[in-house]
């Protein structure tokens, strides 16, 4: 597939009120940003951040390409934060990752739209994937903890609950929305406190915020198309 022909449908299907608002977003993002005198990483990964999760919601493969880099800026950032849960997760998990949901996405796309066809859990893979989350989340806390994260409880549940989230967008389920939804608003709260302990974050604050407006407004897109 020619560039031209793969960015044109990566663009069909947009309503014309998502087609203003990506550009108006990163818009602010960058105009707040640097009045805020932000680091440059913190910008990058807003914007590719924002990027990648617009076009999740859209079903668009591109989303994977968008989110490497958003992954690797975030990585350093979290490292520079003292985000330990967050270091490992960009690193060693969402990284390799979007090579696996490049592979997996190829393979449910429409023809026409070259948009995924989305799917739902069962009652008991839901409960599954609440048990584990518990768990894990217990257990990270305590591992966190004897690592001096700066916030091991937040930086535990966004952690696991951000794994679990990633690999049903793999799966191309609807849960993930909710997940995320709670990851955002938890995240938000994260950066805010390393904001108030002098880090230079204010863009990040952003993206979390934009993250849980857009894991909202995808959660209703999405429930009118599950198959």
Not at 180 to 185: C, E, G, L, Q
């Amino acid at each position: 597939m020619k560039i031209t022909s793969f960015i044109k449908k990566e663009f069909y299907g947009w309503g014309k009120y998502e087609r203003f608002i990506l550009p108006l977003i990163i818009l602010l993002i960058i105009s707040i940003s640097v009045y805020m005198k932000d680091r440059p990483t913190a910008l990058i990964h807003a914007i590719c951040g924002v990027c990648a999760t617009i076009l999740a919601g859209k079903g668009k493969i591109s989303c994977y390409f968008f989110g490497m880099i958003a992954n690797i800026c975030y990585a350093y950032i979290s490292f520079k934060n003292a985000f330990w849960g967050n270091l490992i997760l960009n690193m060693l998990y969402y990284f390799p990752m979007q090579f696996v949901g490049i592979a997996k996405w190829k393979n449910h796309l429409k023809k026409d739209t070259q948009e995924i066809y989305k799917t739902s859990l069962s009652a008991k893979e839901r409960l599954f994937y609440l048990l584990i989350a518990i768990l894990f989340s217990i257990f990270g806390y305590i591992i966190l903890k004897q690592l001096n994260d700066l916030n091991p409880s937040i930086d535990s549940i966004t952690t696991v609950l951000s794994i679990i989230a990633f690999l049903l967008t793999v799966k191309r389920c609807i849960e993930q929305w909710y997940i995320w939804t709670i990851v955002n608003a938890l995240s938000v709260i994260m950066w805010i406190i390393a904001y108030l302990n002098g880090s230079q974050c204010f863009a990040t604050i952003l993206m979390w915020g934009t993250y849980f407006a857009l894991g909202l407004y995808f959660l209703k897109n999405w429930d009118k198309e599950i198959i």
